[in-house]
Every structure is written in C-alpha cells, then in structure tokens.
T-cell receptor, first 114, second 115 residues
Framework: ETGVTQTPRHLVMGMTNKKSLKCEQH?????MYWYKQSAKKPLELMFV???????ENNSVPSRFSPECPNSSHLFLHLHTLQPEDSALYLC?????????????FGPGTRLLVL | AQKITQTQPGMFVQEKEAVTLDCTYD???????LFWYKQPSSGEMIFLIY??????QNATEGRYSLNFQKARKSANLVISASQLGDSAMYFC????????????FGSGTQLTVLP
C-alpha cells in the first residue's frame, strides 16, 4: 500500500448508529488531518494531529470524535449523527514543520446519514 | 483570517488548448504556501503544484504552471495542452503555518475539456 488509504469508502448509517472512519498513511509523515467536504461548500478542516498535539475547529460538533493512536493511523468516531453530516470525509497527511508541508489526501469516505 | 477566492465556478477548454484557472488570496502572514489540487469525480484530492511565498520563480510541474503575482495576491494555474482526463474540479489552497497547519481552500473551478 502506498500513500494515504481510507476505509470504508462508502458508509450509510442511521442517526442512532455508532461507526468509525479509518485512515492510514504510508508516507512517513508526522501530521494527519480530517476534512469535511459538503456539497457546494469549500473543504472544512475538522481536526489536526501534529507532533502529538491535537488542534480542532471549534465549530465541529462533539458527535465527531477523533483518535490518533500513532503517526500512521487516524480515526474519526461518529455517533448520533444528523442528516446534515452527510458529506465526503477526507483524510490527509503531511510532514511538518518545515519545507512545503504539502498535504496528501486519501480517496475519502462518502457518508450518508439517514 | 485567510480567504481564497476562485471566481470561475465552471470553465470549458478545447482539447490540446491551454487554460488558466484564477485564484486570489488574502493573508497578512509573511510566509505561506499556495497549492493547487485536482479532484476528479471519484473524490480523491490530488496534489498538483506548490508555490512558496518567498519563491522567486513561478512553479512548474509538467503541463502545470503557476502564475504567481505576489503584489496582486494571485496564484493562477495554467494547464497547457489540455487532455480529456483533465476534466475535474480544481481547488486553490493556502497553507497557514503554525500549530494548526490550516489549509484554506477556495470554492473550486469545474473544468471541462471538450473533444
């Protein structure tokens, strides 16, 4: 496996379900990110894990909970989601600080909340 | 706060022609990075090209080049010799350095290459 992988690629869940999205990077990077892409809206940064420090967008609801057990793996735990949470969730990684800090993205998880 | 503006929601170009996608940014940071990404209908965000705020020359990567005009705060993407596979959504983004490492994206331009 190379680059950034995400599983599952598609997910349909009810509002009372609990599910987790998984991201794994094989690039040797030390920073990982979760983004949300809703229809007709720019990408929105949700969470950053960089050098063991977590930074979050204060507008992200608590029903989204990230976990980063090591520099290669990132999870997004979902519970009691709302239909407006339906979106494409993208994971990315980069090497930071210094240099270009280019973020490389995974293929995304398309989430539909019913 | 950073802001990225892409004023062209949709663009059409004939195959083998060149096309310019516009991007303007607004930042007070002295050091920043500018990126262009391509997003096909499959959803993956593909990195295309990078320009650093202190770079003296415009960046080039194969058929992609970046027309960087720092005083005007513009970073337009030029795609030469367009191919049908170039049809996709294109996003301009700016990196704010620091602990947040925030990448702010524009709203994107949907490029369609016509045969």
């Amino acid at each position: 496996e190379t680059g950034v992988t995400q599983t599952p690629r598609h997910l349909v869940m009810g509002m009372t379900n609990k599910k987790s999205l998984k991201c794994e990077q094989h690039l040797g990077h030390n920073a990982m990110y979760w983004y949300k892409q809703s229809a007709k809206k720019p990408l929105e940064l949700m969470f950053v894990y960089s050098l063991e420090e977590r930074v979050e967008n204060n507008s992200v609801p608590s029903r989204f909970s990230p976990e980063c057990p090591n520099s290669s793996h990132l999870f997004l735990h979902l519970h009691t989601l709302q239909p407006e949470d339906s979106a494409l969730y993208l994971c990315a990684s980069s090497q930071a600080p210094g240099g270009r800090e280019t973020q490389y993205f995974g293929p995304g998880t398309r989430l539909l909340v019913l | 706060a950073q802001k990225i503006t892409q004023t062209q929601p949709g663009m059409f170009v004939q195959e083998k022609e060149a096309v310019t996608l516009d991007c303007t940014y607004d930042t007070s940071d002295p050091s920043y990075g500018l990126f262009w990404y391509k997003q096909p209908s499959s959803g993956e965000m593909i990195f295309l090209i990078y320009q650093g705020s202190y770079d003296q020359q415009n960046a080039t990567e194969g058929r992609y080049s970046l027309n960087f005009q720092k005083a005007r705060k513009s970073a337009n993407l030029v795609i030469s010799a367009s191919q049908l596979g170039d049809s996709a959504m294109y996003f301009c983004a700016q990196l704010r350095r620091g602990s947040a490492r925030q990448l702010t994206f524009g709203s994107g331009t949907q490029l369609t290459v016509l045969p």
